[in-house]
């Protein structure tokens, strides 16, 4: 598919993957094509940098083995203000074994990541059955979250004090209630509710967003766009994968071979495999629809390194969306580092936007 197609005539086009056209259908309403790398190390840093940055952002990606205290209390609050805030969750697990032992990875143990994560991502160098392996963990998952329908009552984001602790005094017995709880391996940690169809009107009282901007501002939203968010729905219950075909860091061992061993197998499995994890954008043909996130971009002023001295080569995001066609941004430093979260968040999201706007020309936006 053309890089001139917007990310509205792509979710239209093609419908072989429920979750992917959400998040495309997504990206163009809440015009944000940027994912935030939330590298953090505790439930409280987590979820105040996504309730932060989560209306700049379409997907939020995780590292849920670093965060000390991850369980429950961390799920239903990244489930509420991804739900509020209208983006996905990408826990950033690179799976990379046989068959059996990430199946297992991704359903079961302390962290059960397929039935709190949209997408997630993985290798493709211990072979094709990686992804049948996923895909069948994906499909017990889903089929688990649909039996475990229920009515959320109290389920919310824990209060964060002033002190920066959780107000959280049942969260510790929960997580022991949680431990070892679903007899198919997928840990209940919260509410799901039935799949929906993506332009279903959702009613969402009190939970209106405030604006995101800083005062005195433009406003990165207007109530044209508020309005279409709130009919936006909830996403479906599918899950997604993403295939690391090239990374951003210097001397990495992905070569021409592999990129294109990764493109073949995603395209056996578009019904799982959403894009890909890359530098550039890999659709090869007009059936392809395959997303490309992009990681090691950030915003530098001249002069200014271009890596961090541990083999991270940074680009700017003309350079990855514009230049090479890529779909999404991956940050996370350049925002996470930041004095001002909010502030800087707003700027990476409109530098790419913009490139995205620029790549599409005056006469295909849409």
Known sequence: MSTKHSFAQRAELSHEHPLKNYLLHLISVKKTNLCLSADVNSTTTLLRLAEDVGDYICVLKTHADIVDDFGSRTVKG???ISRRKKFLIFEDRKFGD???????????GPLAIASWAHIVNAHVFPGPDIVKALKAGAAEALRALRQSVETEISVGTPTISDNGEDDDDESEQEEKQNKGKAKSGIQRTGSVVTTTTIYQT??????KRPPPQSPGSPPLVDPELEEALARLSDPPLERGLLLFAQMSSKGNLMDESYTEACIELAKNHRDFVMGFIAQRNLNETAQDNFLSLTPGVK???PGQSTGDGLGQQYRTPESVIKGDGCDIIIV???ITEAKNRKKEAEKYRMEAWKAYEARLGPTARS
């Open 98 to 108: 046989i068959g059996s032992t990430v199946q297992q990875q991704y359903t079961r």
């Open 332 to 334: 996370g430093r350049g």
């Open 202 to 207: 959702v009613e969402h009282p009190g939970q």
């Open 299 to 301: 915003l530098g002023a």
């Open 78 to 80: 990244l489930r509420d």
